[in-house]
């Protein structure tokens, strides 16, 4: 065996963890293929022969590799939440197997709420929590001392537990919807702060939004372009609004809630692709 077959043979022993930690990470089947193949190419230009751990030297550099993604998704956030040129989304394919892992240790709820920390908060919550890495490593990806990672490690598993904690009830949900609605179309910055989180994560698919200000902002933005008949839904089983024109689903806003406040919203702006969700009027 040459010494690329066994190298290539090495790293695909660890393949399923390097998957399973990107796959946390980004909460994207396809980002996490591109961050492990990522892994591979550094790996293969680097000298592993005197790494004792090569699964533990993989994971931080799987890790570190998802690090620059998630900071480079989020600088590309600083943009107004302006969707009036959707863009189509094909329809990714499932992973079974990959949503069984990732379901067993976050849950599809939780993974959402991953999306509201920081990139350096969810890798230490994910790598020390979820697969076991000491803080002194971990910190040196983020470049942070231990005991800071050690405190953005806490932060994260006190937001994580509180999502799973929240009591927000159904009815309460619709309430914050309902005034989340009237505030953008009011053009109430203020409305919008009281009901929305501080780190209140948007996505579209042009871009993402974070923070509770940019959001506001965008949000009494994009009112003008919240037309048609605004009707009360569950998509895919998230309290949400669709937008009706001529009667047919032109595009859809869902929501999940945090603390009673609201942390993320899913807009669907691609008629045909809000065409595909799952949509029960309420």
């Not at 591109?34 to 993989?58: C, I, K, P, Y």
């Not at 009707?231 to 047919?248: C, H, K, M, S, Y």
Request: hydrophobic letters at 45%; proline letters at 5%.
């Amino acid at each position: 065996m040459g010494d690329d077959d066994f190298l290539a043979e090495r790293f695909e022993a660890h393949r399923g963890q390097l998957r399973a930690v990107a796959r946390r990470m980004l909460g994207s089947a396809a980002e996490a293929e591109d961050a492990v193949q990522e892994t591979w190419v550094r790996m293969s230009r680097s000298d592993t022969t005197h790494v004792d751990n090569l699964g533990g030297w993989l994971t931080t550099v799987v890790g570190r590799v998802c690090l620059d993604m998630l900071r480079s998704r989020r600088s590309r956030a600083e943009q107004p939440l302006e969707p009036e040129v959707p863009v189509p989304v094909p329809a990714t394919v499932p992973d079974p197997e990959q949503d069984v892992l990732l379901a067993d240790s976050v849950g599809g709820a939780l993974l959402v709420v991953l999306d509201t920390l920081s990139p350096a908060e969810r890798l230490a919550f994910v790598l020390h929590d979820l697969f076991a890495v000491p803080y002194d490593e971990i910190a040196g990806v983020i470049g942070k001392s231990p005991a800071a990672t050690r405190q953005l490690a806490s932060r994260a598993r006190r937001r994580v537990r509180g999502a799973q904690a929240t009591d927000t009830d159904q009815a309460r949900r619709r309430e914050l919807v309902d005034a989340f609605l009237a505030a953008a179309r009011e053009g109430d910055f203020d409305g919008l702060l009281e009901v929305l989180d501080p780190d209140v994560v948007v996505r579209t698919e042009v871009g993402v939004t974070t923070g509770a200000l940019a959001v506001a902002k965008g949000a009494t933005s994009y009112s003008r372009h919240i037309v048609g008949v605004a009707v009360p839904v569950l998509v895919e089983g998230r309290t949400g609004i669709a937008l009706l024109r001529d009667g047919l689903v032109e595009r859809t806003l869902a929501f999940t809630f945090v603390h009673d406040r609201i942390a993320v919203i899913d807009i669907t702006t691609d008629p045909v692709r809000a065409a595909r969700l799952e949509i029960t009027f309420v």
